[in-house]
Each structure stands twice: as C-alpha cells, then as structure tokens.
C-alpha cells in the first residue's frame, strides 16, 4: 500500500471497504439482538416486586445523604477507602453479624457493583484456564457462563433437599485429586439456592466445610437471596463457621442489595479475609461503585432494613403460593400437560427467595418451549442454562415470580402449558425416571 | 490423604497450615497497600472542585426521579433496554449534537459505568493478547495499564501542541505494517488531551482520520475531558467526522459525566455504530449502570447542564492560572528548583481539564520524589506511568489541581519545590535536552 508521509490526506488513500468486525477479537460472544421490549410473562430475571420498592424512603435517604455529603461525590470514592463508603460498610458489618452469624468488623467488607462482580472478582483472583471449579449440579447460570468463558472445567456438586451432599463431595474432590484434578474453588449458594430454594442446615455447612478444609479448597459463598428467607431461621454463613477454625480465606463471601431493595441498584458486597481482601481490591480497578447508590442504600437501611425485609417476604412468600398453586394446577397430575408428558411436573417448595425450579418427565427438553412460549409473551430459564450438566438440566425449568402480580402468575402459567401441550410431541431421548437427587416434594 | 467417604466430619483431617494465596491465580496485581486516607495536597486523580458539585440540584432531581419511575428500579435496567436509561440516552444524544457535532440517535448511546468500563469494553472487543496498540505518547495511565494488562504492545504516536502529528502517525503505521505489525486501535483524546490539555483542531482530526483509513485501523476516541475546555471552540469529534464517510465503525467514542458532574458518580457513555454497539452490549454483562445515578442525571442533566458546565469551566480555568502561576514561581527560572535541577521546569497551558503537565531538565526521574513528597503530604503522578515510553516519560509530572483550593494549590506547589529541592542530588542518566515533542510554552 502506498503512503505519503508528507500529506496524509491525499488522495491515493486505499478506500477497499472497511468491515470493522475483521478487526475485532476472535471469540467474541454473539452480537447482542436488539432490544424489543420485555414479554409480559416474564418469568426470568432476578426482578422484584415493584409495589414494594421503597420509593419515598430511597427518595428521602437520597436528600438526607446528598444535602449531608454530597459535595463529597468530587472525589473519587468519596475521598473514602476505594472499599466503599463507610456508614454502609459499617450497617452491612452489623447487618451481617445479626443474621449471618458473621461477627466482622466493616474493614472486611468490600462493596462491590452488583454481586457479578463480586463473581467477577473471585474468578480474577482464583481461576486460570484449565482450573477445576466445583458449582453445585443446578447453579446460577451467569455463574456457569462465566467460569466458561474463563475457561474453568466446572464439575457439578450433587445436592438434596438440604443442599450439597457432604459425603458425595469429599468422594468428588477425593476423585479429582487421584485424577490430579484438584478444584480452586466450590461456589455454592447454601441460603436460598438458586435455582432449587434449598437451605443448607447448620450440620451441613459444616461438614461442607469440613470437606473443603480436608482438600484444601477455597469456597466461594453467594448469599445473595439470604434476606429473603420466608421458611425457618436463617443459619450462620459458612463464612461466619469457618472463622471458628484457623484457615484464614477459607470462604469467601458474597451478598446483594439487588434482592432486598431493587435490582436496578447496583450494590452487592463481600466479605474476605486480609490476604484476600488485598487482591480482590487491587482488581477492582473499576474507581469505585456508583456513590449516590451507596449513600442512599446507608441512610435508607440503617432505618428501615429490617422492617421492609419483613414485609417483602411476606409478599414473596404469597407469590410463592400462588406461583406453586399455578404448577400443580396447570403441571400437577391431572393436567393436560402431565397427560401429554406421560407424567406430572415436580416443583420445589422454596425455603425463600423469587422462583421455583421445575423437574419435567425424562425425554423432555424444556428448551424447546422456549420460542413458542416467547410467542406468545412468556420467557423462562430453560434448565440446561441453570445446571452444570446441559443433558441433566434439559428437562428441568427455572420460573421467577418476583416481578409478576399474582393474576399474571396464574395467567402467565396457564399460558405456558397450552403453549406446551399444542407443542409436545412424543418424548424423545429418554433419561432414567425420577427426579435426580433434586428437591422435588 | 486419608479419606473416609461415610464421615467427612471425622477427626482425620488434613490439617496442613492453610495459605490461600497458593490457591490464587499467578500473574495477578500485587495486594492493595492498606487504605490510610488521602493527603493534604493530592495532585492525582480526576478529582473536581467540591463546592461546585450541583448538590440541591441533584437531590431535587434525585426526588423527582424517584417519585416518577422509583418502582421500576425493581426490575434490571428498568425493564428498558439494556443501553441505558433511555431519557439519559436522548440528553446524551441531544448534547452530543450540538456540542461535539455527532448526530446521533439515543439508539447509538451505551450507558456505562464510568469511562473505565469503556475502555475495558473496546479493549476487549478489539484486543486480543499479542496485538498492537497506538497511543498518545503521553496518556492516560490508566488505558496503559490496563491495554498491558490485556498483552498488547503498546506503540507511542508522537504529540505537539495541536495532538497526534499525522505525519508521523502515517510514518509509524507505515512501519508498523512493514513489520507485519499493523496495530488494531489507535487510542487518543483529541479534546482536552490527558496529560498535554491540547486540543487538536478539526483539519488535524480530518488528516489523522484519513491516516486511520488509509491503514485500516478503528479509532478510539476519548472525549471525557471534552466538556471543560474554556479556551476556543469544542471542534467536532473525530466519531463526527468519521461519518461523512461510509466506514461504518471506524470510530467508537466515549465520554463521561465524571469531570462535568462528579467522579464518585459511576456513569460515563459510549457511542458507536451497530456491528461496534452490538457487541460492546454483549460484552457489558454487569446487569446494567447503576440506575438511580441514570435517572438523577438525566434529570438533573436536562435542566442544568450547560449552566453548570459553565460555570465550572469558570472554576476551573481559575483554578489552571493558580496552577500555572504556583509552577512558574516555584519552578520557574529563577527558582531555587531550576538552580538546584540546572534548569527551569516547562509547564503546558492547558486549553480546559483539571491537570498541568511538567517538563523537567534532562536526567530528572520524578519518580524519586513520590515517597518524600508523600511524607510531606504531596501526591502527583509520576511522568513515567502517562507515558508509553516509560524512559521517555521519566522526567515529566502531572498535577491535578481539581479538587485543591487556590491557597492549597500554592501551598502545595510550594512545599513541593522544597521537597524537590531538599532531596535533589546531581542529575543521573541525562537524556538530550529539551522537551520532545510535548507542548512546553
């Protein structure tokens, strides 16, 4: 190609078309489709209740914290610890030890941009390509998606109603180790699981525990859904046993706001120990989380939390019920669907939190509904997107119903299985019958 | 290691000393130093003027905005799209319009989470580990570091007062190409560059454009500081000018409210066109900007901006004449640091911003003064981490003079001086004299 270095501008410039995509990375995810606007039964995402987003108490904190410390915001960070603005470091230390058992002081709390990041920093800190990550067998699929892409070997963790199966994962990591394979990391969400809304019992977590410290491997604990349990007693984090021990890092610990207050905040936090800590706040190199968020979430909560905790369990529980009425009465035993499927749809009976988790008959692939089901409004998480194993997910659901009012749930779920009996063929690619070893009352 | 797969919790464990650095990634940053609070004179950082954050005007804006849309913050991004808040999106696209001459439609406009997250996004759409890089020989630290920390060769397009010199830029590229080397981005901030304060005029825009399209290459333009120029006219951004041609996605730009409103806000924005906007929205998988921060910007913004923006410009440019003045008292040619240093200290005369950047004589590493001036309450950034060269860097400082009062910016230039002065030894390493290529008025 010819130049000019006296006069760039010339006009002997190469003009072949100019295709921008051949200079991007290879490996890139798909182009993004564009946006069309959200279905009506939308029963994915993390969303909430609207009703109960506490607009004139975030309305009011928003005036207290600005007119008390706004001028603040002309400073990176608030000129404060790049871990995040104090008064809510401080009430997430106390909020933290009155539910979770968890008695830290707020220098161990990091808040972060959303619990993803929280997944983001973790990963960054503990997982190269080629490492092996134990994740319980059905998991938060943006978990799932982002070891992936990080190149992690994901192994999947069996579980019980009560969540992951001590003995089943002391014989996996025993496995992995004769294999050479010993994992970095073990992410489970012991409170609320998502998606099968399971509490991991005290005992449990702590032979959970146990087993990590037998195979010497971190545990990476995401209690994002935990203020939102509507059944028993919130158990102590497993952060908060393993600090009975001496292995300090052992866990670390995630958690949200996105679930308690509005997901559209973007304010999550964790819990590490020093030598962790260090790392995770030398990677978050994003100049911190968005202050006026913060500010408001520390003046709001620190009034208010509990109370409006309190209340939107109650709503969720209520959503629950009738979201649990709409599957047994449109997925139950005598519906179409389950004389369509040969079988009835098992469904969870979570202990908290924004959804259910759908066990089909063997042969079926929910993943085939969903563009039907988009057709006509509706959107749900196939399950091969929630489980570690694609082929064991297949025939499993994941139903949010947080964000819907409760007519919707009902309409919403009818909805869904006309949209699966006109679409059902005849099962094809049997699995064995049962449920696998997931909660399926 | 003994196993016993009945009883994980049994007494035969494993229990070596636990050190969980062993289990972190290799390669990571090194731990963050303990958080000690920040110093007196802090020359560092896009800090900005506290009293001129717009403190009534977004807790007003922050009420209303909750009060009209504050449930939907129960639903990620709003339920809209994922871009952004679309009332932010359509202020954003109005005022790109008339300001940098880019007519664009809010469809175009990428909401993000402060510019940082721009420049992770196009690094990582265009940057695979290997690839070449131009940048401005003197720029912002934190695109060095983080284009490093993605394995890109890092390769320096020479500066003058007016910018990237297109000549040479073609010269370079030239060369680059004969090696097999043709870099994929060339990153610059023609408009109010960071660390010169240059601005480059439109016709050099135009030529350093066709230099891009002769050799193939996107542009990454970095408009942050755009918005506090008070010396000329705002020319046309180059994205503008790219499109009177037909290479769809030779530009992608962004820009932020962090230097117009305030840093601890975490919003910043991004335009390009489809096949570059689809993919930067793949890659944005944090759930959205924070949204509360959208919506009392796109309030706020929408009523106040221009008014604002003037008058911090107003603020600011006071604030540069102290800054200049402090360098030329204390650093000037009569000065006891010129005396000590064989030589007077060049200082550029920025067209907007909130920094200077010095030129020291020959052989001066300014990175020896960071740990006394420190001691003395006194951060600047060293000239080696804005420059690509790092050699070539070594004897140049940035000062940020944002967020100091006009008494503490002399005060701090002053005590600066004398730390300069009482911990100089004999210049080491002499490198030709005078300043390069780099604005020194």
Not at 17 to 22: E, N, Q, T
Not at 27 to 38: E, F, I, N, R
């Amino acid at each position: 190609m010819a130049t000019n270095q006296d006069d760039p501008a010339q006009d002997d410039l190469a003009h072949a078309p100019f295709d921008v995509r051949s200079k991007m990375a290879s490996g890139l995810p798909g182009p993004a489709p564009a946006w069309t606007g959200s279905l009506r039964f939308s029963f994915v995402g993390g969303n909430n209740d609207a009703p109960s987003v506490p607009v004139g108490g975030l309305a009011e904190a928003a005036v207290h914290a600005l007119n008390r410390h706004g001028s603040a915001l002309a400073t990176y960070n608030l000129g404060d610890n790049p871990q995040g603005y104090g008064p809510l470091r401080e009430f997430l230390a106390a909020q933290l030890a009155a539910e979770a058992s968890l008695p830290i002081g707020s220098h161990e709390v990091l808040v972060v941009s959303g619990s993803l990041q929280a997944l983001d920093l973790v990963i960054e800190t503990f997982v190269a390509p080629g490492d092996v990550v134990v994740a319980e067998q059905a998991t938060y699929g943006g978990m799932l998606s982002r070891l992936r892409r990080a190149g992690a070997a994901v192994v999947p963790a069996e579980l019980d109603d009560d969540g992951i199966v001590p003995q089943a994962l002391d014989a996996l990591l025993g496995r992995l180790a004769d294999e050479g394979r010993l994992p970095k990391l073990i992410y489970t969400i012991p409170t609320v699981q998502n998606p099968t809304g399971s509490v991991m019992p005290v005992e449990r977590r702590r032979l959970v525990l146990d087993v990590a410290r037998r195979w010497g491997v971190v545990i990476f604990e995401d209690d994002c859904y935990a203020d939102l349990m509507w059944q028993g007693v919130r158990p102590p984090a497993i952060a908060a046993l393993a600090r009975e021990g001496s292995d300090v890092g052992r866990v670390v610990y995630c958690g949200s706001f996105s679930k308690s207050i509005a997901p559209a905040l973007r304010v999550g936090f964790m819990v590490a120990e020093p030598p962790v800590m260090s790392r995770l706040v030398a990677l978050k190199d994003d100049a911190g989380t968005g202050a006026v968020e913060q500010m408001l979430l520390a003046e709001y909560c620190s009034a208010h939390f509990v109370d409006h905790v309190r209340e939107l369990r109650n709503t969720l529980g209520s959503k629950c019920a009738a979201m649990r009425d709409a599957v047994d009465t449109h997925f139950g035993a005598r519906s179409a669907v389950a004389g369509k499927l040969g079988g009835p749809v098992q469904v969870t009976d979570p202990k908290g939190g924004i959804f259910v988790w759908l066990t089909f008959p063997a042969g079926v692939d929910t993943a085939r509904y969903l563009a039907p089901a988009a057709s006509r409004g509706i959107q749900f998480n196939e399950g091969a997107a929630w489980s570690v194993d694609r082929a064991w997910g297949a025939r499993r659901m994941r139903l949010c119903f947080g964000s819907l009012s409760i007519e919707d749930i009902h309409e919403g779920v009818a909805a869904l299985a006309q949209v699966i009996v006109s679409n059902e063929q005849a099962p094809t690619d049997p699995e064995p019958p049962g449920c696998g070893s997931l909660s399926c009352p």
